[in-house]
């Protein structure tokens, strides 16, 4: 098993530990792209990007996914140039991020009242 590199942070000095976000459930990124394998390439990417930073705050996050959106309490990510809608609780002090659900973009616009 290989080490993984990232550009994640420790703050000792702070008393204070940054770690990369974790993305909980890869299982349903996985699940998804046997649906819409289509999806497979974008999700992994938006994971990969997702998991390889910390983020403070939604302003942080939107500064690296500029289409990401808050509604309620929860994150709206587009992924694979807006064909996918990704929603995801995101709970920044402890750098964890839930995906609650995926849906490509016409299944969200349904699903709208």
């Not at 008393?15 to 993305?23: D, G």
């Not at 649906?35 to 500064?63: C, S, Y």
């Not at 959106?69 to 994150?75: A, L, N």
């Amino acid at each position: 098993m290989g080490l993984r590199v990232s550009a994640c942070l420790i703050s000792i000095s702070q008393i204070e530990t940054l770690s990369c976000v974790r993305v909980i459930s890869n299982q349903r990124l996985v699940e998804f792209a046997a649906l819409h394998p289509d999806a497979g390439v974008p999700l992994h990417m938006w994971r990969k990007t997702i998991e390889a930073d910390t983020f403070a705050n939604f302003a942080a996050l939107k500064q690296s996914f500029n289409a990401t959106d808050k509604v309620g309490d929860f994150y709206m990510f587009d992924v694979g140039g807006n064909k996918f809608r990704l929603i995801a609780a995101v709970h920044f002090n402890v750098q964890m991020l839930y995906v609650r659900h995926i849906f490509t973009h016409e299944e969200y616009d349904k699903s709208k009242p």
